[in-house]
């Protein structure tokens, strides 16, 4: 069903396992994709995430950037609302809305226009991004994924309106979620996926719109995010049902997603603040995937290329989804690993 096979044992071998002409599939079971679950928007717009920032342009990665951005671009209607949900007989099977599966499409799309070799592909999603992101969403993180994506645009057209208005509603949404107080710094009252997305989007905003007092916050939020997902040598992260006050680790099952958000949040703070120190915990990121975490197993499956799906105190999810997988690229794409080429 892959719409091509990569010779080396890679990370990109596995997405491609994984891929068809439509996009890639959402769920596996070991290495096998099940089709029966079809695809998502969340994935496709990782997988365009992926492709369009690796550093090594081969035909692997274009294969997958151009099926990745064709899926994106279908998802997104002209209000700017989002589908996320398409069976394997490749209809939509969900009423197009502005959760995360908006926000994950505002940042795939923002990170072609920023990172692309392909100017089709960056013409295109430039396009695109300019509808979707003039819709909002209520929920926080939708809105941090979007204004990750805002936030690459910025970056490279420093005029664009549609972006900056994007990341002054973010920004505004920061003042309604407060930080915690005492010793649950938190602006949540608990912890939940992908959780280094707020402090980064906080630093996203803070930097680019000249708010030095948001970026300190994110750079601080961070650092107390760590402090609660580490243990020891290695990360100990939030697993699928959350964390809390007084909740203490280790605790099982955790997620790929969270790794690859921490990876991704210390690499801007690294290069916001030009402190070396935040280079480390993009290493304690990659050695989460190598091995050194709360059980003692690698999150790679080294004959496929695949990345487990979550973490036990006993052993690892044996099956490879699109999620997992992506994860596990992105977060070695921060080392030039030999598993993204």
């Avoid at 369009?52 to 997958?64: P, V």
């Avoid at 089709?120 to 994924?145: G, H, I, K, T, Y």
């Avoid at 402090?199 to 402090?227: H, I, K, Q, T």
Wanted: with cysteine.
């Amino acid at each position: 069903m892959a719409i091509f096979e990569p010779k080396e044992h890679t990370g990109m071998r596995h997405l491609s396992r994984l891929t068809d002409d439509r996009g890639i599939f959402e769920h596996a079971l070991h290495e096998h994709p099940r089709f029966e679950h079809g695809y998502c928007t969340d994935d496709n717009a990782r997988l365009l995430v992926v492709t369009s920032r690796a550093k090594e342009d081969t035909q692997e990665a274009q294969i997958l950037e151009r099926v990745a951005a064709r899926f994106v671009l279908d998802a997104i209607r002209e209000d700017g609302l989002c589908h996320n949900r398409m069976s394997f007989e490749r209809m939509w099977q969900d009423i197009p809305a502005t959760d995360d599966c908006w926000g994950r499409a505002i940042w795939g799309l923002g990170t072609a226009v920023a990172h692309s070799s392909d100017t089709e592909v960056r013409n295109r999603c430039f396009d695109a991004f300019e509808v979707a992101a003039q819709a909002r969403s209520f929920s926080l993180r939708a809105m941090c994924f979007a204004a990750i994506g805002a936030g690459e645009v910025l970056a490279v057209d420093p005029g664009n309106l549609v972006a900056r208005d994007l990341l002054v509603d973010m920004t505004s949404m920061f003042v309604f979620h407060p930080d915690g107080k005492g010793a649950w710094k938190w602006p949540e009252d608990r912890l939940a996926y992908s959780n280094a997305l707020l402090p980064e989007a906080m630093m996203v905003c803070g930097s680019l719109l000249g708010y030095p007092a948001l970026e300190a916050r994110g750079v601080n939020l961070l650092e107390w995010l760590l402090e609660v997902e580490t243990l020891e040598d290695h990360l100990s992260v939030t697993p699928v049902g959350g964390r809390g006050i007084g909740d203490k680790g280790p605790q099982f099952d955790q997620q790929p997603i969270e790794v690859a958000a921490i990876a991704d949040a210390a690499m801007r703070a690294a290069t916001l603040t030009g402190d070396d120190s935040w280079e480390q915990v993009v290493d304690m990121a990659v050695n989460w995937f190598l091995g050194n975490n709360d059980s003692g197993h690698s999150m790679i499956d080294l004959h496929t290329g695949g990345g487990y799906d979550g973490l036990h105190i006993d052993g690892v999810n044996l099956n490879q989804g699109a999620e997992s997988t992506l994860a596990m690229v992105s977060t070695m794409q921060h080392r030039g690993s030999m598993w993204l080429v």
